[in-house]
């Protein structure tokens, strides 16, 4: 599988009632193909995933896979209180056609080395399905170290690429230095994607994409051409709301930045609500600013897409 370029982990689209907006979300991942994105990631922290029943998360690839038709990969994210639903998860992704799997830790228990790795080895076994280890000591507890991903890349052919969300960008080039280009390597953090690439990232699962695809592409492509001055300025343009992606409510963040496109809405599922009064307001603020100095297209989508 093609685990390069710029793949969104989606939001879930949910209408006023708190469904499931399928017909939105088709829409979506249509559109972020459209703009350049490699392919996409469902079911992920951003797409609310502890939110969603098993039959919802069902539902939901299976949108997915037919909205985007073969034109790109659609990779499920396997996150379960129990390993058995994790599984069972992955083996029902598999079955719908889902190209490969995004692996978290489970979530609430953070148990030692042996048992994380027991868990993910599990889910790995499952299917035969290229898979890509989620390492977000930050939000979930658990943190894989690059020793450990190493062990977990000479015990399993179908463990193709990294997610590294630790936030140091030093963690990509300890990889690559214990085991070279064994594994893809993509940036999880929205605000260190050129640090990540300047050490060895070759891809990105963006959050603000899901808004903002084209100058995400943009961006990403300038990083991995060498095309410094471009990817400076693009950058230091866009980091106001790349930083969204890294605080405790990026989803409503990164949500009312879809609704201020006019790319979604900002309903969010409970426990998270959304935002309001001076939050909101000076929120909008920044996005509004943001957009109204949106810089013009560069016109290089097709590069780095497999290369």
């Known amino acids: 599988m093609n685990w390069k370029g710029v793949l969104p982990a989606i939001t879930t689209c ?4 708190l469904h499931v907006d399928h017909a939105f979300m088709t829409g979506h991942c249509r559109w972020l193909l459209d703009n350049g994105c490699t392919g996409i990631v469902t079911l992920g922290s951003l797409g609310e995933g502890a939110t969603l029943s098993f039959d919802e998360k069902l539902e939901i690839l299976r949108t997915c896979v037919g909205a985007v038709g073969g034109r790109g990969p659609v990779v499920a994210s396997v996150s379960a209180l129990t390993t058995a639903e994790a599984v069972a998860l992955a083996k029902a992704a598999a ?3 889902c190209d490969g799997l995004m692996v978290l830790p489970p979530y609430v228990y953070k148990g030692d080395w042996r048992e994380m790795k027991t868990h993910v080895a599990a889910v790995f076994a499952a299917t035969p399905l290229s ?6 000591p930050i939000a979930y507890g658990t943190d894989f170290l690059p020793e450990q991903i190493g ?3 000479g015990e399993h052919a179908n463990f193709e690429a990294v997610k590294e969300s630790s936030a140091d960008v030093r963690r990509v080039s300890a990889i690559r230095a214990l085991i070279d280009r064994r594994l893809e390597i993509s940036v999880g953090v929205d605000d260190a994607v050129l640090e990540a690439i300047g050490v060895g990232a070759t891809g990105w699962i963006a959050g603000l994409a899901n808004a903002l695809p084209r100058e995400s592409v943009d961006l990403f492509n300038c990083g991995m051409n060498g095309d410094n001055d471009k990817a400076f300025d693009l950058y230091r343009w866009f980091l106001p709301l790349l ?5 405790p409510n990026f989803v409503q963040l990164i949500k009312l930045v879809q609704a201020e496109v006019g790319m979604g809405n900002a309903r969010v599922r409970a426990p998270r609500l959304e935002l309001v009064g001076e939050e909101l307001i000076l929120t909008r603020k920044i996005i509004r600013e943001a957009l109204r100095t949106r810089p013009q297209p560069i016109t290089s989508y097709a590069l780095h897409n497999g290369k």
């Open 14 to 17: 949910f209408t006023e009632d």
């Open 95 to 97: 079955d719908l056609g």
């Open 131 to 136: 898979c890509m280890l989620y390492n977000n």
């Open 151 to 153: 062990e977990l890349a």
């Open 243 to 247: 930083r969204m992606d890294t605080v």
